[in-house]
């Protein structure tokens, strides 16, 4: 039971480059969110899903896609990276829309554009 | 909307000395309250949660949190501290409603003098 896994640990990427994090779980929780953390300004929530086939903005969605067309995989994709996207990029799930549920995190991607 | 502020940036404590960390947060209804912890390197880690009932709520690893309803605060506490608790913690409220987000404080960082 390997929880929440994140594909790949690290990145470089140049400016304009494209590419795409893999979050996968082995809960089968039906929601699943993306959040990217900088220094100083804690954990923002870029987009999240609450099954299979669907998607939703949170508070900081442009420049990014993301795609759930298995319950088990959130994909969160950049077209054309940026600088300013350089960033830690967490993935985590919870199972319900109740309001106590916990969300379990991955470990997270450290991404540099350059 | 609902927004969480950790005033300290930073802390530092002796190891075996008590441990406060301050968290205040605004929500229109009643909030459910959550703090989580992330070591270096790692992903985040629930340390607890209030979403009803007792104001004093216990955790893992030694800490317990109260819910003051008047002063908007759910602040961290742990009697003694050791020095694996040196990490970054995280206060956030959870919003329910559809895809049950998570709104996160910016998150204050522990040192601990041995």
């Known amino acids: 039971n390997a929880g929440v896994t994140q594909t790949p640990k690290f990145r470089v990427l140049k400016t304009g480059q494209s590419m795409t994090l893999l979050c996968a779980q082995d809960m089968n929780h039906e929601y699943m969110y993306w959040y990217r953390q900088d220094p100083g300004m804690g954990l923002r929530l870029i987009h999240y899903s609450v099954g299979e086939g669907t998607t939703a903005k949170g508070e900081v969605p442009d420049g990014y896609n993301v795609s759930r067309l298995k319950k088990q995989n959130f994909l969160l994709g950049l077209e054309s990276a940026a600088p300013s996207q350089t960033s830690v990029y967490f993935c985590?799930?919870?199972?319900?829309?109740?309001?106590?549920?916990?969300?379990?995190f991955g470990p997270g991607t450290r991404l540099t554009v350059l | 909307a609902q927004s969480v502020t950790q005033p300290d940036i930073h802390i530092t404590v002796s190891e075996g000395a008590s441990l406060e960390l301050r968290c205040n947060y605004s929500y229109g209804a009643t909030p459910y309250l959550f703090w989580y912890v992330q070591s270096p390197g790692q992903g985040l880690q629930l340390l607890l949660k209030?979403?009803?009932?007792?104001?004093l709520v216990q955790g893992i690893k030694g800490f317990e949190a109260e819910f003051k309803r008047s002063q908007s605060s759910f602040n961290l506490r742990k009697p003694s501290v050791h020095w694996s608790d040196a990490a970054e913690y995280f206060c956030?409220?959870?919003?329910?409603?559809?895809?049950?987000?998570?709104?996160f404080g910016t998150g204050t960082q522990l040192k601990v003098e041995l």
């Open positions: 985590a799930t919870t199972d319900t829309s109740a309001r106590s549920d916990t969300q379990y």
């Open positions: 209030y979403f009803s009932g007792d104001t």
């Open positions: 956030a409220v959870g919003n329910g409603g559809g895809g049950n987000k998570l709104t």
